[in-house]
């Protein structure tokens, strides 16, 4: 059993930048790809970015690409988001897990969750 924790999120203004953390327990955390996930309200849960369990490969929607990066210490047993130049359509609940980067876009692929994050970035 795995039990992930994300950094509370928060307000920022467009343009600003806020970085997001998810601690892991309960497993061996360098055996597990990553992913984070996002969900505003009355949309899809999507994948943002995803990193393999060595951390060398990585992944990302294409409306965070050259914003976003996710990046991995697994001697601290943790996955970070760096979040940049962030939008309004940023704002949502995001949300680490552990799951199979080879399906990574495919929420049903993930095996444990993070309990979420509010992320609202102001016009």
């Known amino acids: 059993q795995v039990q992930l924790v994300e950094s509370r999120g928060g307000l920022v203004q467009t343009g600003g930048s806020l970085r997001l953390s998810c601690a892991a327990s309960?497993?061996?955390?360098?055996?597990?790809?990553m992913g984070w996930f996002r969900q505003a309200p009355g949309k899809e849960r999507e994948l943002v970015a995803a990193?393999?369990?060595?951390?060398?490969?990585?992944s990302y929607v294409d409306s965070v690409k050259g914003r976003f990066t996710i990046s991995r210490d697994n001697a601290k047993n943790t996955a970070y988001l760096e979040m940049n130049s962030l939008k309004p359509e940023d704002t949502a609940i995001y949300y680490c897990?552990?799951?199979?980067?080879?399906?990574?876009?495919?929420?049903?692929?993930?095996?444990?969750w993070g309990q979420g994050t509010q992320v609202t970035v102001s016009p």
């Open positions: 990193i393999t369990r060595s951390g060398l490969t990585t």
């Open positions: 309960g497993g061996t955390f360098s055996r597990y790809d």
């Open positions: 897990a552990v799951g199979d980067y080879g399906r990574r876009r495919d929420a049903a692929a993930y095996d444990y």
